[in-house]
């Protein structure tokens, strides 16, 4: 048996798995410390256990791998990082998070808007894409519960079910649903952010045509921000931007091969994110944001 040292599941429930916790406390109660709601990645088999896996390592150089998109949403950074891009916002204006806006080619992630007297004044959207896995993880994880002092049904620690990365789908369904949304947002000039981790944008640039996706520009429809996941000073894991690069309506569809014609007016967006406006929207210090995704299970 693995020690807990030694599992490949770094995170559970918000929790590294190096330090030390009330596990049975944490299993128990499968919160979200990020979206601070119940952890909304749920077993098949049985929808009232939440998964909990945040992040892996993985590969022969054990990479820190983020499995989960609200793992993104750890101290808000990810929408702070996106703020320059507000070039209509206002000193004095609020700042509101609205998840899951629907546009032609799809539904965004967020919205972060800049409000004054509940009007929008400005929006950048927000997208995350974080790497989905091939097989389960669920064995894993019993393994690591077992080590960690927790009962655990036999089977699952037997288990030989395996998990992996699904790197290849995963790159090509984000850049299909972009081709989509930011020929959209390129024609009303608005701004859109995907947030990916590092190792995610480094296979984009080594499995599609990228090689023009380089530096960073205001005026571009499209940044790519990569994040890091690594050691905290404190303890445990954090994400930190590592880079960002732009480009527009006409590089993503390079990528792809493909153009992309979509349209949208603008008083069309802007009139959802006023309907969606509330105290809860309000973007404020370590305000928890709560996704409004379906649950996906294992």
Known sequence: MTSAQESRVLELFGNSTRADHDWLHVVRRQWCPFANTRCFKVR???????????????GRDRRNIVICPNRLLERRQVFTDCLHLLTQHDPG???HIVPEVSIPGGNVDYFVASVKKSKVKDFVAVEFQTLDTTGTV????????????????????????????????????????????????????????????????????????FAHVKGVRLGDVMHLH??????????????????????????????????????VELDAII???ERRLSAKTLLTIATPIVSAGEMPSE
């Open 226 to 263: 990569s994040y890091k996941l690594d050691e905290a000073e404190s303890s445990g894991l954090e994400i930190h931007l590592d880079s960002r690069v732009s480009t527009d309506a006409a590089g993503i569809a390079k990528c792809l091969g493909i153009q992309a014609n979509t349209r």
């Open 271 to 273: 009139n959802e994110l």
């Open 138 to 209: 669920w064995p894993e994880r019993q393994r690591l519960l077992k080590t960690l002092g927790l009962r655990v049904p036999r089977k699952d620690i037997e288990s030989g079910k395996p998990f992996g990365m699904n790197w290849k789908m995963t790159a090509k369904t984000i850049l299909v649903q972009l081709h989509h949304k930011v020929d959209t947002l390129e024609h009303i000039g608005k701004h859109l952010v995907l947030v990916l981790q590092d190792c995610l944008l480094g296979y984009l640039h080594d499995q599609f045509n």
């Open 44 to 58: 098949k088999s049985d929808p009232a256990v939440s998964i909990g896996t945040c992040s892996v390592c993985y």
């Open 93 to 95: 204006n609020e700042l």
